[in-house]
């Protein structure tokens, strides 16, 4: 083995160990994909349960996505908005799909999306049936 085999093995190991910082994003906790995924959260309340009602399904394109950890993210994030009462994201299809109760705001959602740094625009906005 010649000297320069270890460097690479470092340079490789530490480009892994980096995560994504495509676009300046810098990788979090947060960010790092479990190695099962978590159970959603109890709400607060049992009154929580029966009164929330979905009020729209909005489906946004999010833009800049590279890896599992951006799809965690945004999930993460998106998750702690008032009035999320679901979200799932797509990293293949670059697209975020979110479920809020009559008093979520669609708003508030993509403010949050762009605060990671990455492109969102709202696709299609379906009404509870």
Avoid: H, W
């Avoid at 810098?26 to 709400?43: I, K, S, V």
């Avoid at 299809?93 to 705001?105: D, F, H, K, M």
């Amino acid at each position: 083995m010649n000297k320069i085999t270890p460097l690479i093995i470092i340079t490789i190991a530490s480009f892994a160990l980096a995560g994504c910082t495509e676009q300046g994003k810098t990788p979090t906790a947060a960010a790092t994909p479990a190695a099962t995924p978590a159970a959603p959260a109890a709400p607060d309340t049992a009154s929580e349960t029966n009164t929330t009602k979905v009020g729209k399904t909005v489906v946004y394109s999010v833009k800049g996505m590279s890896c599992g950890g951006c799809a965690s993210a945004v999930t993460t994030k998106v998750n702690k908005v008032d009035g999320v009462m679901a979200c799932d994201v797509s990293l293949e299809q670059q697209q975020a799909t979110v479920e809020l109760a009559e008093n979520g705001s669609a708003t508030d959602v993509e403010e949050a999306i762009r605060s990671l740094g990455y492109t969102v625009e709202p696709e299609s906005t379906n009404p509870a049936s």
